[in-house]
C-alpha cells in the first residue's frame, strides 16, 4: 500500500505543479508530464506487487467529517484495474506531450490530467460509499474539464455538457444503491460490511442491480446509455479519448463488479439482462461504428461493441453460477475481465493512431482522407496492428478473451441442456456476427485512411516520436498479452474471481487451467505461422534489395494513372452492409440524384439516427427538462426563502429520524 501512496502523492504532485508554474508553460507541461508518468510507473508496481501477494491490509485516515473516513484497500479486483490504468495513464501522458506541445493554458489541462488519474485510481482502491461517491464526482468534473479543452468550438462545449449530464444521471442512480446497501447495513458505509449483510437477491437486492446496472452502465456506454460517448470522445484530445475509452468506461464495470461482490448469490434473471444489454451493445454498436464519417466517432462507438462483449461475459458467467455450470461461470468472468484488460490496450492503441492522423493532416473526416500510409508507414502499421488485435486475430490480444467466452459458451449449448443451452447458442451466434462485422468496420477504417491514393488537397507527414512511442509501447503491449495469455489466464483469474466473488469461491481454478491449454495451442501455432510470415517478407525484401528490380506499368483496363476519385470511399464500402441492417440503422437520405442527359449540379448525403439514444435518451432529457421548467419558480433569486428551504429541509429530516 505504501507504493500506491506514493503513487498518489506524486499524482497530486502533478496536479498542482503546473498550476504553481503556469506563467512558464514549458515548465508546467514538464511538470505534469513527469508527475504523471513517475506516478502511472508507482501505482503500476504497487499494483503488479498486490497481485502477486494475493491481496494488502486497507490502509484507513480518519477525517473530522461526521461519515465515513478514508479507507483504501487493494485486493485482486483493485489491483487489476489498476493495471491498464497506471499502463494507458503514462503512456497517454507522454503522446499529450507531443500532441499538445507547449501552449499557455496547458498546465491547467495538465493538472486535471494528473487530478483525472488520481480520481480513477481512488474509485478503484475506495472502500468507503462517500469516499467512493467523491472519487467518482472527480472523475466526471476533471474529465468534463478535458474533454472541452477546446472549448471556443460549439461542437466541443456540446459535448461537453451532454457528458457532464449523463455523467450526473448515472450518479443519482448510484447514491440510491448506496443509500439503500447502508440502509440495509445498518447505517455502515465500509464496503466489508456491505459484503457481510447485503440483501439476498430478492426484490429488494433486485432493484439494487437495476440501479447499478442503470447508474454503472450510464459510465461504461451499456446501449441507451452510450449518447455521451460518440459526442465526447472525437470532442476530448486524443490522448483524453484514449484514456476515456481505455479506462474511464472501465470504472463503470467495476463499479458494478464491485456490487456484484456484495451478493453471496445471483439470480439467473440478472445474468439475462447483462446478456441481453451485451447483445444489443455489440450489434447495435458495431453497426453504428461501421457507418461512421469520422474516425473518432467510429473508435467510439466500437467502445460500445467492447462494452457489450464484457457483458456478455459476465452475463455468461452470472447465469453459469446461478444454474450451477462452474466452466461456463469462471471462463464467462475470465473473458469478461480479459477483455477489459485487452480493450484498454488496443482501443488506447486505437485512438492514439487517430489522433496522430488528425494531428498530421488536420481532418478525421474519413471521405477527405486516404493513402496515408506512404506518408505515416510507422502510424500506418501501428493502426493497422491494432485494427487487427480488436478484430481478434492470434496470436494477438484481442484473440484470447473472445475466444475464453466462445469456450465458456461452447461448453454451455453442449454440456448442459434448457436456458443454459440456449444462452450459450445466442452468446455464441452474437459474437460469430459481432467479430464478422468488426472485421469489415476497421477494414473499412484502415483502408480508407491509409490505403489508396492520397487526395490532392491532404498534406501528411510522419508522427514525431512523443506520438510514435506510446504507441509502440501499447502495440508490444497487445503482443505480449496475446502471447502471454495461455500463461496469464490460469495465474490471475482465479485469484481475481475467487478473492472477490463469493458466489464464485468454488468455480474458478480448474476451468481456466484447462481452457489454458487449449488457448497455448492456438496461441503458439499461430505465433509461429506470423513469424514465418514475417521471415519471408524480409526475406523477399533483401532478395529485391540485392537484385534491383525494375517497375513499369503493366495492363491496367485503361487506368495507368487512378486518382483518388476512382477508388473506393469509406461510404461506398459500407453501403452494402448499410442496406443490409437498414431497419436497425434508420439512416436517412437527403438531396436528389443527378437526373436528366444533362443534370444539374446534385448534392445527395445520408444522415444517420441513433436510434436507441433517439428513442430512449432524448426523450428522457425532454422529461427532466420538462419537469425542471414545472419546479423553476422555486428559483426566485431571493436568499431568505433559500435559507428557509434549508431550515425546512433539516426539520424535515430531523423528523424523519425521530
Known sequence: MSLLLA??????????????????????????????????????????????????????????????????????????????????????????????????????????????????????????????????????????????????????????????????????????????????????????????????????????????????????????????????????????????????????????LRVL???????????????????????????????????????????????????????????????QAPVVAALGFAGALLHILNHALFKGLLFLGAGAVLHAAGTGRLDRLGGLLKAMPQTGALFLFGSAAICGLPPLNGFASEFLIYLGAFHGAISTSGPMSAAGLVVIGGLALTGGLTLACFTRLAGSVFLGERRPDLAAHESSLWLRLPMQLLAVGCLLAGLGAPWLVPWLFPRVLTGTFPALQTLAAAPTASAAVGLRWVVVCAAVVALLVLLLYLFRRSRLAANGVATAG???????????????????????????????????????APAGLFPQPATRSTRLRDVSTDRVAVPLFRSIAWLAQQVRWLQHGRVQLYVLYIAVTLLALLLWKL
Not at 67 to 88: E, K, M, Y
Not at 281 to 299: E, N, S
Not at 301 to 307: L, R
Request: hydrophobic fraction near 55%.
Open 261 to 323: 461482490s456484495f451478493f453471496a448469490a445471483w439470480p439467473a434473471w440478472w445474468g439475462g439482462v447483462l446478456l441481453g444489454l451485451g447483445l444489443a451493445g455489440c450489434l447495435v454498436g458495431i453497426l453504428q461504428a461501421l457507418t461512421q464519417q469520422d474516425l473518432k466517432r467510429a473508435l467510439a462507438f466500437s467502445s460500445v461493441e467492447n462494452v457489450g462483449i464484457v457483458a456478455l461475459g459476465l452475463g455468461l458467467g452470472i447465469l453459469g453460477a446461478a444454474w
Open 554 to 592: 503493366t495492363w491496367d483496363c485503361g487506368y495507368l494513372q487512378p486518382t483518388a476519385r476512382m477508388q473506393y470511399t469509406a461510404s461506398s464500402f459500407a453501403e452494402p452492409l448499410a442496406r443490409l441492417f437498414q431497419p436497425f440503422l434508420r439512416a436517412k437520405s437527403e438531396g436528389a
Open 7 to 256: 503513487a498518489f502523492a506524486l499524482l497530486l504532485l502533478g496536479a498542482l505543479a503546473p498550476l504553481l508554474l503556469a506563467r512558464n508553460p514549458r515548465a508546467a507541461t514538464a511538470a505534469g508530464v513527469t508527475c504523471a508518468v513517475a506516478g502511472s510507473l508507482v501505482g503500476l508496481a504497487s499494483a503488479v506487487r498486490a497481485l502477486c501477494a494475493g491481496s494488502t491490509p486497507d490502509w484507513q485516515l480518519a477525517w473530522p467529517l461526521p461519515l465515513g473516513a478514508v479507507r483504501l484497500g487493494l485486493d485482486p479486483l483493485s489491483a487489476f484495474f489498476l493495471l491498464p490504468l497506471f499502463i494507458l495513464g503514462a503512456a497517454c501522458a507522454l503522446y499529450g506531450r507531443g500532441y499538445l506541445g507547449v501552449r499557455p493554458r496547458d498546465g491547467f489541462s495538465w493538472s486535471f490530467f494528473n487530478l483525472l488519474l488520481l480520481a480513477l485510481a481512488l474509485v478503484f482502491t475506495a472502500r468507503d460509499a462517500i469516499l467512493f461517491i467523491m472519487a467518482w464526482e472527480l472523475m466526471a468534473v476533471t474529465s468534463f474539464a478535458l474533454v472541452i479543452h477546446e472549448r471556443e468550438q460549439d461542437h466541443v462545449r456540446h459535448a461537453g455538457w451532454v457528458y457532464l449530464a449523463a455523467s450526473h444521471i448515472g450518479m443519482a442512480a448510484l447514491v440510491a444503491v448506496f443509500f439503500g446497501v447502508s440502509r440495509a447495513a445498518g447505517g455502515a458505509l465500509d464496503f466489508a460490511a456491505f459484503r457481510a449483510v447485503v440483501p439476498g437477491p430478492g426484490a429488494f437486492g433486485g432493484l439494487l442491480f437495476l440501479l447499478a446496472v442503470f447508474g454503472f452502465g450510464a459510465k461504461a456506454g451499456f446501449l441507451t446509455l452510450h449518447g455521451w460517448l460518440p459526442e465526447a470522445h472525437p470532442a476530448a484530445p486524443s490522448h483524453v479519448s484514449a484514456l476515456m475509452s481505455g479506462i474511464l468506461i472501465k470504472t463503470g464495470l467495476y463499479g458494478l
